[in-house]
């Protein structure tokens, strides 16, 4: 997923109390499921970066018992 397509549009900007904002359920509702994720993909690499790559370290550990 290329990041630079996506640009802030700082004219339809808008800041809002979180007591009126819109209620995105019906928007999120219409969306595909792969479009969904596509969201979630790009909002996880915006906040993460290049790291989301990376995965969790798996550790194992051999013990015997008594």
Do not use: H
Not at 9 to 26: A, I, Q, W, Y
Not at 29 to 57: C, H, M, V, W
């Amino acid at each position: 997923m290329d990041l630079d397509k996506f640009k802030l549009d700082r004219s339809r900007l808008e800041v809002v109390k979180m007591s009126e904002c819109p209620d995105d359920t019906g928007y999120w509702l219409s969306k595909t499921p792969d479009e969904r994720f596509a969201a979630a993909e790009l909002i996880r690499r915006i906040n993460y970066g290049n790291r989301t790559s990376e995965r969790l370290q798996r550790i194992l550990e051999v013990t015997k018992r008594a």
